[in-house]
C-alpha cells in the first residue's frame, strides 16, 4: 500500500533522500526478504569509524522465525504496541575495544558509540531507499537483550531498531494516530556554531 506523505522542505540544498528519510510506526506486517535486508546492512558495514574499526554489531531476527518474539519481547509495552508489524527487529551493539591496526595492542575507543551511530544512519537511509522504514527504539531492556543475546561485557547495547514497510496509521492504536507524520529539525541557527558555544 502506498501512503502518501507530505513533503519536507530542507532550508538548503541536500540529497532528497535525508528529507524523505523518517520514522513511521505503522508498518504493513509485510516480510522482508534475505536480499534486501543483506542490501540494507552492507550499507551499514561502509560507515566511517575510527582506525576503521567498524565496531557496530547488528543482531536480528526476521518476522516468521521463531527468533522474532525472543527479540520482540526486549520492547517496551508501549512500543510493542507498533513493532508487532515490523519486518524485522535488530539490537545495535557495539564494541568498546580495538586491535590496534598492524598490532596485537587492544585500545579503548572513545567513538565506539558515534561510529556505531554512523552504521546507523547508512542503515536508515539505505532501507528508505528499498521503500522500507527503520524507525529507531530507545524503549527497550538493555540488560535483558545483554544477557538473551550473549552480548560480550565488553560491548554495549547501544538501541533496538524496526524495520518495516511504511502503512496506513489505521493500523496503529488510535494513540499513535497525531504523531505518524514526519517531523521537522531545528534550524542550523540552533546547532551549528562557528568558533565555539554562543555566549549565554
Known amino acids: 500500500m502506498t501512503v502518501a506523505v507530505p ?45 576503521n574499526s567498524q565496531p ?6 526476521r518476522r516468521g522465525t521463531p527468533l522474532f518474539d525472543t527479540f520482540f519481547g526486549l520492547l517496551s509495552t508501549y512500543n510493542q504496541q507498533w513493532a508487532a508489524n515490523a519486518a524485522v527487529l535488530i539490537v545495535a551493539v557495539s564494541a568498546r575495544t580495538f586491535l590496534k591496526p598492524g598490532t596485537s595492542e587492544v585500545l579503548v575507543s572513545r567513538s565506539h558509540s558515534f561510529d556505531t551511530g554512523a552504521a546507523w544512519a547508512n ?7 528499498l521503500g522500507w522504514h ?3 527504539i530507545g524503549g527497550f531492556d538493555a540488560e535483558q537483550a545483554r544477557a538473551v543475546l550473549g552480548v560480550p561485557a565488553d560491548h554495549d547495547v547501544e538501541a533496538a531498531i524496526a524495520i518495516g514497510r511504511r ?18 529539525r531545528r534550524p542550523l541557527s540552533e546547532t551549528v556554531f562557528e568558533g565555539g558555544f554562543p555566549a549565554a
Do not use: C
Open 134 to 136: 527503520a524507525h529507531g
Open 123 to 129: 542503515l536508515a537511509l539505505q532501507a528508505t531507499r
Open 7 to 51: 513533503p519536507r522542505q530542507p532550508d538548503h540544498p541536500v540529497e532528497p533522500l535525508f528529507v524523505e528519510r523518517w520514522s513511521p510506526r505503522a508498518f504493513t506486517g509485510e516480510e522482508i526478504s534475505e536480499a534486501e535486508l543483506a542490501t540494507i546492512f552492507e550499507a551499514a558495514r561502509w560507515a566511517p569509524s575510527s582506525y
Open 167 to 184: 502503512g496506513d496509521k489505521a493500523l496503529l492504536p488510535e494513540s499513535f494516530h497525531k504523531g505518524e507524520s514526519p517531523n521537522g
Open 56 to 61: 557496530w554489531r547488528f543482531l536480528y531476527a
